[in-house]
């Protein structure tokens, strides 16, 4: 009995042909299996990079608006100055502060 396989195996009554193709097999799924994952990483790892770059230029855009609203904070502000406006409404529109003459107070 040294030389028979075990009968209680699950493969101890195939035939050798068939027990050497399903170790074929088992390689060539494993060996497919190996390559589709090392595939999904390659792909993975490009679309990551592409990913990041497209985030830089989203973070180079976002400080470039940065930069350009705290110029137009600056400008408004300029321009909204009150000495500003009153060297304008007196030179343009000829507007001046009344004497206390010409003020009537009405009760």
């Not at 990079?49 to 400008?75: I, N, P, S, T």
Request: aromatic residues 8%; glycine residues 6%; positive net charge.
């Amino acid at each position: 009995m040294a030389g028979r396989k075990q009968q209680g195996s699950w493969r101890g009554n195939w035939p050798i042909r068939f027990q050497m193709r399903w170790r074929h097999l088992c390689f060539v799924v494993l060996m497919i299996c190996l390559l589709g994952s090392a595939a999904a990483v390659v792909v993975s790892s490009h679309l990551s990079r592409g990913q990041y770059a497209q985030l830089q230029k989203l973070e180079a855009a976002r400080d470039d608006a940065r930069a350009r609203w705290g110029r137009l904070l600056l400008e408004e502000s300029a321009w909204s100055a009150p000495a500003r406006i009153e060297s304008i409404s007196t030179e343009r529109l000829e507007m001046r502060v009344p004497d206390v003459h010409d003020v009537e107070v009405i009760r």
